[in-house]
Every structure is written in C-alpha cells, then in structure tokens.
C-alpha cells in the first residue's frame, strides 16, 4: 500500500515524459510555408553528418551543368567512410556523381563535387555557407562539403530548423526532387559501370515518402532528413541524433497527415479579386494554385489579403501585387499576382483579321 501510495504521489508532483520521440532534436515543417507543425529542441545546433550533402547538391545542382565530365583528382583520396569509390582520372558525368553523392552518400564524389564546382574545395564551402546564409539558415555552419568531422573533431553545424529550411527550399528544384527520391540508379564511367540502391529507407518503408538524406558519424549518431506529401500536404522532417529515426519519421508522419488537411484558397484558373477597379480593362491572374495546410478546425481562420501596386505603365506580365494568406491573422504564404492588358490582345487579333481582309480582297 505504501509503494502505491509514494507512486501516485511522484506521478501527480513529476508527470511522466509523454514525449514519444527518441531524437535528441527533431522538429516537421510545411515545405510550401515553412510552419512549424512540431518541433523538439529544433534550434539547438548539432553535428549534422552526411545530411550536409542536401547542401553539397542543391549548390552544385543550381551553379554546374549536370552533363558535364568530371575527372576526380587525388583530392578523393581524402574521403573515409561511405564512398562510391571512384578512382583519380576516372571520368563520370556530374548528374552521376550527385546521385551517387545522394543515393550513396559518397563521401568522394562529394569531394569530387566540390573541387570541380568551386574550384577548390574551400571555395565551395565558401559557396554552401553564402547558400545557407540566403535561405535563412541562421545556426549553421558548413566546413566541408561531406559532413565527416576533422581530426580535432570539428565538423558541419546546424539545427533541425535550420536543415528542414534547406529541405523545404531543395525540394522546390526538380532536379533535386528527381535524385532523392531515386530508389536505384545505374551509372556509367568511363571505366565502370555502377549500381546503387539508395539508402534512405524511407522510400521503400513509407509509401508517402518523396525523399531525403541519411547521416551517420560516431560523435554526430544518426541524423536523417525526410520529406513526404499526401493529399496536398507537403511535409519535412528532421530528426539529429535519434536511434530509432525510421520509426520517428513515419509515427509523426501518420500523425500529421491525420490531424491536418490541405484547403485550397485560390485557384489559377478561376481567380479574381471582387471590388478590384484599377485592373478592370485587364486580367489579373497567378501562375498556381494556392493550398494551405491547416488543422482540421482551422479553416475559419484563413483570410487574404490582396495588395496591388497601381502602376502607370505595364506590360503583359508583369507582377502587380501579391495575394497574402493569412491563418489567425498571420501571413503564412504569399503568391505574386500578374497582369494581362486585354486591350493588347484585342489590337493584336484586330490587326489579324484586318490581314486576313487584304489578302481574301486580293
């Protein structure tokens, strides 16, 4: 009775841990608004690993031509740990060596990467920290373009914050989204012939995951960025330091995409802005349609606020305010917002039929 009652009595002064997460930081964002959907110490900086190679592409993937030859120098034999083990002199195609970078996690190609886009290495990491720096990564520090810490134990930092930022912002580039979310791929060299399968399980175990990246050292335990979209939701994940991430990823998965839902708020094919006079001998429209991702219950909150600028002079085009939605009175995403000048359709269709009339008169 007595061990009863001095139970009861710790769990009503010190409530048990409900936290169901393993990772020592972990946080899911909207890719498409970057809200914050859960998070677990998300700003406290870490050792990332090899999930620095996100960077280490999508920086190659914007500034190279993916065609184009690449001849690893003895710069690779640098590289420890994962590899796609290519050899000094031998030729692969730069689209091949970040998919063996991404599928594989290839602590060479990154290298080979790295000296072929920057010139050196130290000139790319110059370019992976200005990226960062762009994007709105403000805990972050890139000191190499694999993530492996030096001999002094020093190596990539960032947050889960930040990371789920790169991820969301990587995710937008087609290129990108191809490669990770790649299951197998076969390359050729100019000596070999390579077959990798990738290791982010997530896209063999989830059937709603799109991509990622895995990272493991031994002073940084396993890290893992994954993304995932269903019904319109489009959700990444960020996990550092957590033994049991697959699990992690795929339980607040579920989770998320059962207490949420994608609401569209403007459609690209029937858009207009009720009471809009400065406009109204032309067509406005945007280029997309617009969802948001709320909690169920939440769609009552959702407001938009349309902001045009009254130019004197425009073109066909050109952006002449934006749409900004707004969830309990906070800007969440914003769209650009377009013009057509009908009066330029008219005269052009005008001056056509008038063609058609001179030479039907001849």
């Known amino acids: 009775m007595k061990k009863m009652l001095i139970l009861s009595f710790l769990v009503l002064f010190f409530p048990l841990n409900v936290f169901a997460y393993s990772a020592r930081n972990i946080i899911a964002m909207d890719m498409d608004t970057h809200r914050v959907l859960y998070e677990e110490n998300s700003q406290d900086p870490h050792l990332i690993a090899s999930i620095s190679k996100i960077m280490t592409s999508i920086v190659a993937i914007e500034l190279a031509n993916l065609e184009s030859d690449v001849t690893p120098t003895n710069t690779i034999l640098k590289a420890f740990g994962s590899g796609i083990y290519i050899e000094v002199g031998e030729t692969m195609k730069l689209k091949d060596l970040l998919y063996g970078l991404m599928l594989r996690s290839g602590n060479d190609a990154a290298l080979a990467i790295a000296e072929y886009v920057g010139g050196s290495v130290d000139a790319f990491v110059k370019l992976m920290n200005e990226k960062a720096e762009s994007i709105g990564m403000k805990n972050t520090k890139f000191i190499n373009p694999h993530g492996l810490e030096n001999n002094k134990g020093e190596g990539n930092i960032s947050t889960a914050y930040d990371m789920a ?51 493991f050292t ?17 959700v990444t994940i960020v996990t550092l330091n957590d033994p049991d991430d697959w699990s992690d990823h795929k339980s607040l998965y579920e989770k998320i995409f059962k207490d949420y839902e994608s609401v569209k708020v403007l459609s690209k094919d029937d858009f207009s802005i009720e009471g809009e006079t400065y406009y109204k001998s032309d067509a406005l429209w945007i280029k997309n349609d617009l969802s948001l991702m709320v909690k169920k219950g939440e769609k009552e909150s959702i407001s938009i606020d349309f902001v045009l600028d009254k130019l004197k002079t425009y073109k066909n085009g050109d952006v002449v305010g934006k749409a900004k939605i707004k969830l309990k009175d906070q800007v969440v995403r914003e769209e650009n917002i377009y013009v057509e000048k009908k009066e330029e ?18």
Request: aromatic share 10%; no cysteine; net charge positive.
């Open 345 to 362: 359709k008219k005269s052009k269709t005008s001056l056509w039929q008038k063609i058609l009339g001179w030479l039907k008169h001849d």
């Open 165 to 215: 930022l790169l991820s969301s912002y990587a995710m937008q580039n087609e290129t990108y989204r191809e490669i990770v979310g790649t299951k197998n791929y076969v390359a050729k060299s100019s000596t070999k012939t390579y077959s990798w399968t990738n290791k982010n399980k997530m896209l063999t175990t989830y059937e709603y995951a799109t991509g990622g990246k895995t990272g």
């Open 218 to 234: 031994e002073k940084a335990r396993r890290t893992l960025v994954s993304t995932a979209s269903k019904d319109g939701m489009n």
